[in-house]
């Protein structure tokens, strides 16, 4: 064979090999390239395939969904909006609120730059949209879902039909129902007209309903008249209409309105409707004071004030409340209502001169509140805010901005014994431990120095004083060096544990915390003291008895809770405290009566600008306090000068209030003893040392640690004061201060009021 013929025989080999060649490496690829397992599932087709399939169908549920639900043709109730009636604890009415207070206006008679700011803050892309944002949406509904509440994103046209047609329900179901109808509107509706329908049904608080209503509850004027700042503080006040109203609002209510006030107007900067250097010249103004509504005389009004918080503080909304039918019922007791009010009447305010200011200018500074509660359920049987709605709109009986003084002393007892707590020494704190009662004497233990001065800078005791004398006395020296002793952080502790709340003014690391420079309201003390009388289990007071609305559940709030603190702590405490009432020169002896078995604890915060008495018989636990607050500025004022009178402390017109109130609401009622047998006193103790009882102040600010070791001197013990209600031994008698005489009547005579008023 040649070489041609050879490598055509090899050539047509090659070529019959070839298929099976091919076929082998492609049956090698397919080998290599099968799934196996989980992975069938997912591949790149299905993937897409799956996701293009689920695009389909949320545009199908979409359209179907936009053609199910229909717009409505009418109104829903809150439109047309109902009566609240809140009615005394013995079903007889008291008052009705909440009548619509509303005038629908057309978008010509609300200023552009007005609609602007609505707009800035409420919806930038309202004139361009379809009506809804869909990521706001979105992210409303995750929220809802995840039970997170509302999450803003709503668009105007949203919130006109939710306030129009739909409810203010949050539920996932509503907030569909409002992106279909709102898509509907838009294209019915033309924008100025949803703009108008919105502004006209917003609530603006005050009993307001739209913003001709609103411009002549905060401003006094028709909308035609708003100005741009005016109107922004409308368009921020919508948000929280109780929490953003200036004139009642807290100190972070103030900061939250500012910043969305001014949010507004940088909004409408970002949009070019404002010029920026117009805009910096701009503040918020003052809105007017407001005006009490029909029915809301006297005192009815803070009650409802009072109702309408509690309420709040359950869920129920401002809007909710305001869009009517709630039948409530509260605790408060008619004939002890009056019986409160006459008792500031009779023992304050007939006193005062608020018409010439010239005569009398501090008299025009005199606030009272009150709240008295029944300790056994926590019922609030009786409140007083003041004089009226009209001259003032927040409730004095619900402020917290002012000081509670020494009321604050027997919770630092309380945590002493709660605590098993030492002196300095490695005494046990017990009723009838010695401290130092020099006055300015400086604390031991303590990293930041503290000397605190006695009422009328006196020394108490020789110098030794028994906790219940301090007590008895309030002596700040005696109680700064226990606060060391306790440490402030677990009194603090104590504290909330008794229902206070903790807010500005707890100062956790300083001995002057003792003297009571948080800031508390009577209700709140009242619910301290009320667990005290209460054997220990936690009170919180309650004025809302029960509360009725055909398309909601309501459940009271539990006023009874559990052990706050041991009940020895407790009975210890209220064991000591009538002995401020019945002991011989204590500072609460002017409440003293055979009518009933009393304990208290009197309190003046520094500079005089508050004056309480908390005190409480085994039926009724009655908070009275006295504030001074400048007329005009709303600043904090001493009460000193009161009715043309000297320091105005809690024994003065406080204490004098509350046994007036007391008489008459026990008038009638077997008066019981209070309970007090896990009461421990502990055991008497004498001074260590031998002491002048002439010491000076300047002489005493470096005195050594308390001390309750027995005794080394020759010294005879200081007499252990006890609580009864006869009156018990004298306690310890101020250096330089007459001893109260006793009178024919045999009881002690109480010290006028300047005498033993205290921080």
């Not at 209502?337 to 025009?364: C, I, M, N």
């Amino acid at each position: 064979m040649g070489r041609a013929e050879a490598r055509k025989a090899q050539q047509q080999r090659g070529a019959r090999r070839a298929p099976s060649g091919r076929a082998q490496g492609t049956k090698g690829k397919a080998g290599a390239g099968k799934r196996t397992g989980i992975r069938r599932f997912f591949t790149w087709k299905k993937i897409l395939g799956t996701f293009f399939g689920m695009i389909l169908l949320l545009m199908a549920a979409a359209i179907i969904l936009y053609f199910s639900v229909n717009e409505p043709t009418d109104p829903n109730e809150s439109a047309t909006l109902q009566s609240n009636t809140y009615r005394y604890s013995d079903g007889s009415i008291m008052a009705r609120t909440g009548e619509m207070n509303r005038e629908i206006i057309p978008i010509d008679k609300i200023p552009a730059d007005v609609r602007t700011a609505f707009i800035a803050i409420e919806n930038k892309s309202f004139y361009k949209d379809r009506g809804i944002d869909v990521m706001g949406v979105a992210r409303g509904l995750f929220n809802t879902a995840r039970g997170k509440g509302t999450a803003g994103g709503s668009t105007i046209t949203q919130q006109y039909v939710k306030n129009y047609y739909l409810t203010q329900d949050q539920s996932p179901t509503r907030k569909l129902r409002e992106l279909v109808i709102a898509l509907k509107v838009d294209q019915r509706m033309e924008k100025d007209d949803i703009l108008a329908g919105y502004l006209n049904t917003n609530f603006y608080g005050r009993n307001a309903y739209g913003i001709q209503a609103a411009a002549q509850a905060f401003y006094g004027v028709d909308a035609d008249k708003l100005t741009l700042e005016q109107g922004a503080y409308l368009a921020a006040v919508i948000q929280a209409p109780s929490q953003y109203d200036l004139a009642t609002a807290g100190p972070n209510g103030k900061r939250l309105v500012n910043i969305r006030f001014n949010a507004v107007l940088d909004n409408m900067v970002e949009m070019g409707e404002l010029d920026e250097a117009k805009r910096k010249t701009m503040t918020l103004p003052e809105p007017i004071k407001p005006k009490p509504r029909p029915g809301m005389d006297g005192q009815k009004g803070y009650l409802v004030q009072a109702a309408n918080d509690e309420l709040n503080k359950q869920g129920i909304s401002d809007a909710l409340i305001a869009a009517g039918g709630w039948n409530i019922t509260l605790n408060v007791d008619k004939k002890k209502q009056a019986a409160l009010e006459t008792a500031v009447q009779d023992e304050l305010e007939s006193k005062l001169d608020r018409k010439d200011p010239k005569e009398r200018p501090q008299d025009q500074s005199v606030q009272a509140g009150a709240t008295s509660v029944d300790a056994k359920t926590g019922a609030i049987v009786a409140m007083y805010g003041g004089q009226g709605l009209a001259e003032k709109a927040a409730s004095n009986a619900l402020r917290t901005d002012y000081q509670p003084g020494s009321t604050f002393k027997p919770i630092v007892l309380a945590s002493a014994l709660e605590n098993n707590a030492t002196t300095q020494g490695g005494a046990p704190i017990t009723p009838n431990t010695l401290y130092d009662g020099t006055s300015k004497r400086q604390v031991v233990g303590s990293k930041i120095p503290f000397a605190p001065e006695n009422q009328d800078n006196r020394n108490f005791g020789d110098p030794m004083i028994t906790v219940q004398g301090a007590t008895d006395f309030s002596v700040n020296s005696v109680y700064a060096q226990m606060i060391v002793d306790v440490k402030p952080q677990a009194v603090k502790k104590t504290a909330l544990q008794l229902g206070m709340k903790d807010r500005a003014g707890w100062e956790e690391d300083k001995p002057a915390m003792a003297l009571g420079t948080m800031t508390a309201s009577t209700l709140e003390m009242a619910g301290v003291y009320a667990t005290f009388d209460n054997h220990g289990k936690k009170v919180t007071p309650t004025i809302i008895k029960s509360a009725e609305h055909k398309d909601r559940e309501f459940t009271p709030q539990q006023a009874i809770g559990s052990q706050a603190i041991s009940r020895k702590t407790a009975d210890t405490v209220t064991k000591v405290l009538t002995g401020v009432v019945n002991d011989e020169g204590g500072s609460g002896n002017k409440v003293r009566s055979s009518a009933y078995e009393a304990a208290g604890k009197t309190g003046t915060s520094e500079s005089n600008f508050s004056g309480w008495f908390t005190g409480f018989t085994p039926e009724l636990v009655t908070v009275v306090a006295m504030f001074g607050e400048d007329p005009t500025t709303h600043n904090q004022v001493t009460l000193t000068g009161t009715a043309g009178l000297g320091r105005a402390g809690g024994s003065s017109f406080p204490a004098s209030i509350w046994k007036a109130y007391t008489l008459a609401a026990l008038k009638g009622v077997d008066t019981k003893e209070f309970d007090l047998k896990e009461a421990e006193m502990g055991v008497p103790q004498a001074p260590s040392r031998s002491t002048s009882p002439t010491a000076s102040a300047s002489q005493s600010s470096s005195a050594p640690a308390t001390s309750s070791a027995p005794p080394t001197a020759t010294t005879s013990p200081t007499p252990t004061p006890t609580a009864t209600k006869t009156g018990g031994p004298k306690p310890p008698t101020p250096t330089g201060t007459p001893t109260p005489t006793t009178t024919k009547t045999g009881g002690p005579k109480p010290p006028d009021p300047p005498l033993f008023p205290e921080r």
